[in-house]
Each structure stands twice: as structure tokens, then as C-alpha cells.
Nanobody, 122 residues
Framework: QLQASGGGLVQAGGSLRLSCAAS????????MGWFRQAPGKERDLVAA????????YYADSVKGRLTISRDNAKNTVYLQMNSLKPEDTAVYYC?????????????????WGQGTQLTVSS
């Protein structure tokens, strides 16, 4: 079970950190991803991290602004978001893949959090 939190309303240029807490005792066996979905658009991967935390992926649109990290001792993955833009507005979902390495397709992730809304005002 995944529980995402940390969304909200922020002005453009601001920062926010999302958190996703997972239940279970094998958290490090799962690659984690943060996806986002804006109204009328598909759900896209913005960042992912391997089970150990050694490897990360970022969509081109967020490189240099978003940082994904994980604390396997706390069963939690984070998404630090800086220099936010209005086009970052979306519902953000965390997801877990039953593999230590991430994938870019949402179909590869079998566990999903409930989503948290981020709104960036201009």
C-alpha cells in the first residue's frame, strides 16, 4: 500500500516536496516512480529510482528541477520539486514496480498511491 502526501498550491518558482510512504518489509526490492497526470492528458513518468537508490531517471521536462530520492529504512520515496512552473500542475502519483529497476511505462507498475494534487499558480 502506498500513501502519497505533500501536494498543494504553490506559486511559480516555488518549491514543494512530495512523500510516498509504503507498507511492507521489502521496500528496497521495488523500484519507485513518480507519475503525473494533467486533465485530458496521459499519465507520464516524471522521475524514477531503483530499489537501492543508485539509479535515477528524469523526464526531460523536469531535469534540473526535480529530485527523486528514497529512504529504505523509512519505506519512503520523495520528490523534491524546485523552480516549479504552471505546467507542472497535475495530480502526482507514486507507484511501485515489482523489480529493482525502474521502467518508463506506467503499465509496468503494479502498485499505486492515491494521488496528490499540485497546483502551480503563475
Amino acid at each position: 500500500q502506498l500513501q502519497a502526501s505533500g501536494g498543494g498550491l504553490v506559486q511559480a518558482g516555488g518549491s514543494l516536496r512530495l512523500s510516498c510512504a509504503a507498507s511492507g518489509r521489502t521496500f528496497s526490492s521495488y523500484a519507485m516512480g513518480w507519475f503525473r497526470q494533467a486533465p485530458g492528458k496521459e499519465r507520464d513518468l516524471v522521475a524514477a529510482i531503483s530499489g537501492s537508490g543508485s539509479y535515477t531517471y528524469y523526464a526531460d521536462s523536469v531535469k534540473g528541477r526535480l529530485t527523486i530520492s528514497r529512504d529504505n529504512a523509512k519505506n519512503t520515496v520523495y520528490l523534491q520539486m524546485n523552480s516549479l512552473k504552471p505546467e507542472d500542475t497535475a495530480v502526482y502519483y507514486c507507484a511501485a514496480r515489482s523489480h529493482t529497476y525502474y521502467h518508463t511505462s506506467p503499465d509496468e507498475y503494479g502498485y499505486w498511491g492515491q494521488g496528490t494534487q499540485l497546483t502551480v499558480s503563475s
